[in-house]
């Protein structure tokens, strides 16, 4: 079973536009991860968060969890063509790592 | 460093017959998993090892499925007989430490089941 859920399905935006991406899930997590897959190639590790953590920068990214609502969001600031992919947030229990449906990200020139 | 490495790119067969899947994951990276991504979903585990032991095959579907990780390094996913819904890709990734950690991915193997 899938244990994240990511909100929305599907997201277009213009070159510079910031994209938000939401995620929730429903058990508890050691850690939650964010995943970047360009059409028809493996997934990319982007950015990990701590339970412990709330907001985490790396670059053009920013992400926020929230423990106590079970969500999490991952925000690109300033994006750029190269940025169009899906998205996937993927949490982190004792033993395994379980990932979301994902959020398809279109940046128009 | 190279990166995880999976073959083949790509696989057609028809239903009922036969495939496997090779990984060989970042050099001394503990954990392997073999995840299946069907066509505009998010990835599903299938089986997780740890060395050479399984950590979660909860939902790898035995009846048709196997898989092993031979000395704890490179694996192989089988699946025999195939069926037409296995069509997908799959997906193999390697993490290292204790912990889940970042994992890193494969490009992994495009199959059709005809």
């Known amino acids: 079973s899938q244990q994240g859920e990511e909100d929305p399905q599907a997201l277009s935006i213009q070159e510079g536009e910031n994209a938000t991406m939401n995620c929730s899930y429903k058990t508890s997590i050691n850690n939650l991860q964010w995943y970047r897959q360009n059409s028809g190639r493996g997934l990319v590790h982007l950015i990990l968060i701590r339970s412990n953590e709330r907001e985490k920068h790396s670059g053009r990214l920013r992400v926020t969890l929230d423990t106590s609502k079970k969500s999490s969001s991952l925000l690109i600031t300033a994006s750029r063509a190269a940025d169009t992919a899906s998205y996937f947030c993927?949490?982190?229990?004792?033993?395994?790592?379980?990932f979301g449906k994902g959020t398809m990200l279109l940046v128009s020139p | 460093e190279a990166g995880v490495a999976q073959s083949p790119r790509y696989k057609i067969i028809e239903k009922r017959q036969s495939v496997a899947f090779w990984c060989n994951p970042i050099s001394g990276h503990a954990t392997l998993y073999w995840y299946q991504q069907i066509l505009g979903q998010g990835p599903k585990l299938l089986i997780q090892?740890?060395?050479?032991?399984?950590?979660?095959d909860s939902q790898l579907p035995k009846d048709r499925f196997s898989a092993e990780r031979l000395k704890g390094v490179d694996s192989t996913l089988k699946i025999q007989p195939a069926k037409l819904e296995d069509s997908a890709v799959y997906l193999c990734a390697s993490s290292s430490g204790t912990g889940i950690t970042e994992a890193f991915f494969g490009q992994g193997t495009r199959l059709t089941v005809v």
């Open positions: 993927a949490t982190a229990g004792y033993s395994t790592l379980t």
């Open positions: 090892f740890q060395n050479n032991g399984v950590v979660d």
